[in-house]
Protein backbone atom coordinates (compact mmCIF):
# COMPACT_ATOMS: atom_id res chain seq x y z
CA UNK A 1 0.00 0.00 0.00
CA UNK A 2 0.85 3.21 -1.08
CA UNK A 3 2.22 5.96 1.37
CA UNK A 4 -0.83 8.87 0.94
CA UNK A 5 1.67 11.53 2.09
CA UNK A 6 4.34 10.17 4.38
CA UNK A 7 2.91 12.67 7.28
CA UNK A 8 1.36 12.03 10.00
CA UNK A 9 -2.17 13.71 10.65
CA UNK A 10 -2.43 16.76 11.78
CA UNK A 11 -4.29 19.32 13.94
CA UNK A 12 -7.11 21.95 12.34
CA UNK A 13 -4.86 24.33 12.77
CA UNK A 14 -1.82 22.72 11.42
CA UNK A 15 -4.07 22.01 7.78
CA UNK A 16 -5.43 25.56 8.03
CA UNK A 17 -2.09 26.50 8.38
CA UNK A 18 -1.06 24.81 5.24
CA UNK A 19 -4.00 25.63 3.60
CA UNK A 20 -6.15 28.66 4.79
CA UNK A 21 -8.86 28.61 2.94
CA UNK A 22 -9.49 24.28 3.11
CA UNK A 23 -11.82 22.86 1.76
CA UNK A 24 -13.12 19.34 3.04
CA UNK A 25 -15.57 17.24 0.55
CA UNK A 26 -17.82 14.87 1.81
CA UNK A 27 -18.90 12.00 0.80
CA UNK A 28 -21.32 9.67 2.36
CA UNK A 29 -22.87 7.83 -0.44
CA UNK A 30 -21.39 4.05 0.19
CA UNK A 31 -23.05 2.75 3.24
CA UNK A 32 -21.95 3.07 6.69
CA UNK A 33 -18.88 5.31 6.67
CA UNK A 34 -18.36 9.14 5.81
CA UNK A 35 -15.66 10.03 3.53
CA UNK A 36 -13.88 12.95 3.55
CA UNK A 37 -11.08 14.32 1.56
CA UNK A 38 -9.23 17.60 1.68
CA UNK A 39 -9.98 19.24 -1.54
CA UNK A 40 -6.77 21.20 -2.59
CA UNK A 41 -4.72 18.02 -1.63
CA UNK A 42 -6.91 15.86 -4.07
CA UNK A 43 -6.32 18.76 -6.69
CA UNK A 44 -2.71 18.14 -6.47
CA UNK A 45 -3.26 14.40 -7.58
CA UNK A 46 -2.63 13.21 -11.03
CA UNK A 47 -5.99 12.40 -13.16
CA UNK A 48 -3.89 9.63 -14.51
CA UNK A 49 -0.39 7.87 -13.65
CA UNK A 50 2.11 8.85 -16.06
CA UNK A 51 2.38 6.33 -19.05
CA UNK A 52 6.07 4.62 -19.27
CA UNK A 53 8.64 4.36 -21.96
CA UNK A 54 8.38 2.25 -24.84
CA UNK A 55 11.14 0.34 -23.05
CA UNK A 56 9.87 0.38 -19.50
CA UNK A 57 6.68 -0.94 -21.29
CA UNK A 58 8.55 -3.47 -23.05
CA UNK A 59 10.23 -4.65 -20.49
CA UNK A 60 7.00 -5.37 -17.80
CA UNK A 61 6.07 -7.18 -21.52
CA UNK A 62 2.68 -5.54 -20.98
CA UNK A 63 0.82 -3.27 -23.74
CA UNK A 64 0.27 0.57 -22.47
CA UNK A 65 -3.61 -0.63 -22.24
CA UNK A 66 -2.56 -3.13 -19.98
CA UNK A 67 -0.76 -1.33 -17.89
CA UNK A 68 -3.33 1.74 -17.34
CA UNK A 69 -5.87 -1.16 -16.59
CA UNK A 70 -3.43 -2.58 -13.68
CA UNK A 71 -2.32 0.90 -12.49
CA UNK A 72 -5.93 1.32 -12.11
CA UNK A 73 -7.35 -1.49 -10.36
CA UNK A 74 -4.18 -1.93 -8.22
CA UNK A 75 -3.23 1.44 -7.42
CA UNK A 76 -6.11 3.94 -6.58
CA UNK A 77 -6.18 5.38 -3.56
CA UNK A 78 -8.79 3.91 -0.74
CA UNK A 79 -10.85 6.55 0.44
CA UNK A 80 -11.29 5.10 4.21
CA UNK A 81 -7.14 5.56 4.42
CA UNK A 82 -7.40 8.91 2.83
CA UNK A 83 -9.93 10.11 4.83
CA UNK A 84 -8.58 8.70 7.71
CA UNK A 85 -4.84 10.86 7.18
CA UNK A 86 -6.99 13.95 6.25
CA UNK A 87 -9.28 13.88 8.96
CA UNK A 88 -7.61 16.80 11.95
CA UNK A 89 -6.49 14.91 14.83
CA UNK A 90 -10.05 16.70 17.09
CA UNK A 91 -12.56 15.19 14.96
CA UNK A 92 -10.57 11.72 14.79
CA UNK A 93 -10.28 11.33 18.41
CA UNK A 94 -13.79 12.84 18.69
CA UNK A 95 -15.66 10.66 16.04
CA UNK A 96 -13.89 7.69 14.73
CA UNK A 97 -14.13 4.06 15.78
CA UNK A 98 -11.87 1.10 15.67
CA UNK A 99 -11.52 -0.13 11.85
CA UNK A 100 -11.51 -3.47 11.84
CA UNK A 101 -11.97 -4.51 8.49
CA UNK A 102 -10.39 -7.29 7.28
CA UNK A 103 -9.94 -9.03 4.24
CA UNK A 104 -6.88 -9.90 1.04
CA UNK A 105 -6.59 -6.67 -0.05
CA UNK A 106 -8.04 -4.45 2.86
CA UNK A 107 -5.72 -2.17 4.37
CA UNK A 108 -7.34 -1.07 7.87
CA UNK A 109 -6.95 2.52 8.88
CA UNK A 110 -6.83 3.72 12.40
CA UNK A 111 -10.60 5.25 12.34
CA UNK A 112 -13.62 5.18 10.49
CA UNK A 113 -16.26 7.84 10.73
CA UNK A 114 -19.96 6.93 11.28
CA UNK A 115 -22.69 8.13 8.70
CA UNK A 116 -24.67 8.38 11.31
CA UNK A 117 -22.81 10.99 12.82
CA UNK A 118 -22.42 12.84 9.35
CA UNK A 119 -23.66 16.19 10.49
CA UNK A 120 -21.89 16.05 13.63
CA UNK A 121 -18.82 16.03 11.91
CA UNK A 122 -19.33 18.25 9.21
CA UNK A 123 -20.33 21.24 11.93
CA UNK A 124 -17.48 20.07 13.77
CA UNK A 125 -14.67 20.84 10.36
CA UNK A 126 -16.74 24.29 9.78
CA UNK A 127 -16.77 25.23 13.70
CA UNK A 128 -12.45 24.45 12.87
CA UNK A 129 -13.33 26.93 9.77
CA UNK A 130 -13.31 24.01 6.98
CA UNK A 131 -15.51 24.68 4.15
CA UNK A 132 -17.29 22.01 4.11
CA UNK A 133 -18.81 21.04 0.73
CA UNK A 134 -20.70 17.61 -0.28
CA UNK A 135 -19.11 15.52 -3.16
CA UNK A 136 -18.75 12.58 -5.35
CA UNK A 137 -15.49 11.02 -4.17
CA UNK A 138 -14.92 8.04 -6.33
CA UNK A 139 -16.72 6.40 -9.22
CA UNK A 140 -16.43 2.78 -8.29
CA UNK A 141 -16.80 2.04 -4.62
CA UNK A 142 -14.80 2.98 -2.10
CA UNK A 143 -11.45 4.27 -4.32
CA UNK A 144 -10.32 7.95 -5.08
CA UNK A 145 -9.68 7.92 -8.65
CA UNK A 146 -6.33 9.79 -8.63
CA UNK A 147 -2.94 8.60 -8.31
CA UNK A 148 -0.07 9.79 -6.06
CA UNK A 149 2.29 11.89 -8.31
Avoid at 10 to 35: E, R
Avoid at 87 to 99: K, T
Avoid at 127 to 135: E, K, Q, R, S
Amino acid sequence: MPELTGQARKTAAGILTVWPAATMIIDGSYGNVVFAVLQQWQDTLLDQPPTPSEEELADLEMSEEAWHEYQYNEHRLPLHLVTDEWMPMEIAERFGVPDNGFGLDYWPAEHLYPIERQAEIEQALRDFGFTVVGGSLGSDGAFLDRWLS
